[in-house]
Nanobody, 120 residues
């Protein structure tokens, strides 16, 4: 499995960004795709995950972020609205074929990360 994350950038607080994750190498529908983020000096935190049509979110992003899948394109998106300075981090997409989980250790495959900076 290969994952390629993109779409990061610099945005003002209150703004929006859409991150993309391109999946290849295996059957897309068989994998749970998660988004994680890591701020400088902090641990990698769960953001959202998608399995088929079901979605799951960290409490810190509920109501602001939306994860979606496009099965025709083997893509997963993370629409981020009402961004806050505390959302600043490197965002990673990850995949595993077993379970939906917020534990980064359960994900077998990782993209390279895309940086999001939210200015106040």
């Amino acid at each position: 499995v290969q994952l390629q994350a993109s779409g990061g950038g610099v945005v003002q607080a209150g703004g929006s960004l859409r991150l993309s994750c391109a999946f290849s190498g295996r059957t897309f529908s068989a994998y749970i795709i998660g988004w994680f983020r890591q701020a400088p000096g902090k641990e990698r935190d769960f953001v959202a995950a998608s399995r088929w049509s079901a979605t799951y979110y960290a409490d810190s992003v509920k109501g602001r972020f939306t994860i979606s899948r496009d099965a025709d394109k083997n893509m997963v998106y993370l629409q981020m609205n009402s961004l806050k300075p505390e959302d600043t981090a490197v965002y990673y997409c990850a995949a595993n074929p077993r379970l939906v989980t917020a534990s980064a250790h359960e994900y077998d495959y990782w993209g390279q990360g895309t940086e999001v900076t939210v200015s106040s």
